[in-house]
C-alpha cells in the first residue's frame, strides 16, 4: 500500500516503533524494515530502532528479514550518514564474515564493494527511484491473468507481462516471427496496446571489460564527492564506515608490517621455535601444488624468510619460516607441510606475541591467494 500510495507514509511512521514489538511473522517484520529504510527520513528514531535489530541479527531466522535489513540500513545510511555509519559497518561485517546465507552474503558483499569503489555511484544503484505501482496482482483482470497462463514456465508470470513487452528481436531475424515462449501471438499479431515501443529500435550493445565495471580494478574508480552528503561523504569509505568495518576497507596486508631485514641463524630458530608453547594448526587447500623454489620466493615477496626446506622429488615437502614485526621484538615461525598427492598445505604457527599470530596468520594467507589458492570473493 505505501509503494502504491507514498503519500500515506507520513500518517503510518510514528506507529512502526509500536509495531516492530507485535509483528513476529518474517514478512511482516521485512515490510516495516522496507519501510524504515524507505522513508526512514521523516522518523527520527528510525536509525536506532534498525540499530535494535541489527544488534541481535545473530538471532533473527529468516533470511529474508535479514536481507531487507541490509537493503533498508544502506538506504538510510545515505540519508542520514553519521547516524548510520557504525551500525552499517557492522551489519557489513556480519553479511561478509558470518552469514551463512548466499543471499545476503553476496549483496553484503556487493555493497561493501559498491562502497569502496564509489559513494556517488553507490548511492545511485541503491536508492535509484521505483517504478509507480499501478495495480496489485489480485485485481488483474481474468483475460490478463489467462495470458499470463499461456507462459507458465517463463519470465512472464514474474514480470507480470507479456513476453513482447520485454523481449525485442535484434538482426539476423526473420520477419514476424515470434519471439515470446509458448504458444502465444507472433509480435506482429499483437494489438497496438501490447506491442513493445522498442520493437524497431535495435538493442544496444555492452561492452565488457570497461573501466566502468563496479566489481572490477577497484583502483581505477576513486570515490566520488556525492552531492547533498556533506563532507562525510567526500571522505571516502574508510571515513564513513569506521568502527568494525575499518579493517575490512584496507588490504589486508598491510595490516601487519614486517622487517625485510632481518635474519636469524638456524641456531637461533631452533632455540625460538623450542621455547615457544605449542602452536596453532591451520589447513589450505591447494589448487595447484608449488614447486619448492616457487614456494621460498612467494614467501620472500611476503617478507617471509625460508629457514630449510626439503629435497623438491618428495612427495611431503616440509619448510620452516620466520618473519619479525618491523619496529617490535615480535617473531613469528612456521613449520608448512605440503602433501603432493591430495594438494594440502599444513601450517603450524608460533609467536613470541600472541595478540599479532591472528594477523600473520592473514598474512600467510594472503600470500597464497591468486597463485596457489582460489581468489577471494
Known amino acids: 500500500l505505501v509503494r502504491k500510495y507514498s503519500w500515506m507514509a507520513a500518517a503510518i511512521l510514528p506507529q512502526l516503533p509500536s509495531c516492530l514489538d507485535l509483528v513476529h511473522d518474517p514478512e511482516g517484520r521485512s515490510a516495516l524494515v522496507w519501510m524504515l529504510g524507505e522513508h526512514g527520513e521523516g522518523l527520527e528514531d528510525a536509525p536506532y530502532l534498525l540499530e535494535q535489530i541489527i544488534e541481535d541479527i545473530a538471532e533473527e531466522d529468516s533470511s529474508s528479514v535479514r536481507l531487507q535489513l541490509l537493503v533498508a540500513t544502506m538506504k538510510l545510511f545515505f540519508k542520514r550518514p553519521p547516524e548510520c555509519q557504525l551500525m552499517l559497518g557492522k551489519l557489513l561485517e556480519y553479511a561478509v564474515d558470518e552469514e551463512t546465507n548466499m543471499d545476503v552474503h553476496d549483496r553484503g558483499v556487493l555493497y561493501y564493494r559498491l562502497l569502496k569503489t564509489n559513494i556517488a555511484e553507490a548511492q545511485r544503484v541503491v536508492c535509484s527511484p ?14 490478463t491473468q489467462e495470458k499470463l497462463f499461456r507462459h507458465f514456465n517463463s519470465l512472464a508470470v514474474i514480470y507480470k507481462k507479456m513476453p513482447a513487452l520485454f523481449i525485442s528481436q535484434v538482426p539476423p531475424y526473420t520477419p514476424g516471427e515470434s519471439t515470446a515462449v509458448g504458444d502465444g501471438p507472433s509480435l506482429t499479431e499483437l494489438p497496438p496496446a501490447e506491442q513493445p515501443q522498442e520493437l524497431q529500435a535495435p538493442m544496444p550493445v555492452v561492452t565488457h571489460g570497461t573501466s566502468t565495471s563496479l ?9 566520488q564527492h556525492s552531492p547533498g552528503m556533506g563532507h562525510a561523504a567526500a571522505a ?8 568494525d568495518l575499518a579493517g575490512l ?6 595490516a601487519i608490517d614486517l622487517d625485510p631485514n ?17 602452536g596453532e594448526s591451520q589447513r589450505y587447500d591447494l589448487l595447484v601444488v608449488p614447486l619448492p623454489s616457487e614456494m621460498e620466493q612467494t614467501m620472500q615477496g611476503s617478507q617471509i624468510v625460508t629457514m630449510a626446506s626439503s629435497p623438491p622429488d618428495h612427495e611431503i615437502i616440509k619448510f620452516f619460516f620466520y618473519a ?10 612456521i613449520e608448512a607441510t605440503i602433501d603432493n598427492r591430495s594438494s594440502i598445505l599444513t601450517a603450524i604457527f608460533k609467536c613470541t606475541d600472541a595478540s599479532s599470530l591472528p594477523q600473520f596468520r592473514e598474512h600467510f594467507r594472503k600470500s597464497l591467494v591468486g597463485k596457489w589458492m582460489p581468489l577471494d570473493l
Not at 521505483?130 to 483475460?143: H, S, Y
Not at 566489481?215 to 570515490?223: E, K, V
Not at 569509505?237 to 569506521?242: I, V, W, Y
Not at 632481518?262 to 605449542?278: A, D, H, N, V, Y
Open 215 to 223: 566489481l572490477g580494478d577497484f583502483d581505477q574508480a576513486p570515490a
Open 249 to 254: 576497507l584496507q588490504d589486508p596486508k598491510a
Open 236 to 243: 571516502g569509505p574508510a571515513t564513513l564506515l569506521t568502527g
Open 262 to 278: 632481518f635474519r636469524l641463524t638456524p641456531q637461533g630458530f631452533q632455540e625460538q621455535w623450542m621455547s615457544l608453547p605449542e
Open 324 to 333: 619479525k614485526q618491523q619496529a617490535t621484538p615480535t617473531m613469528f615461525f
Open 130 to 143: 521505483k517504478e509507480p505501482v499501478d495495480q496489485f496482482a489480485e485485481d488483474q483482470v481474468v483475460e
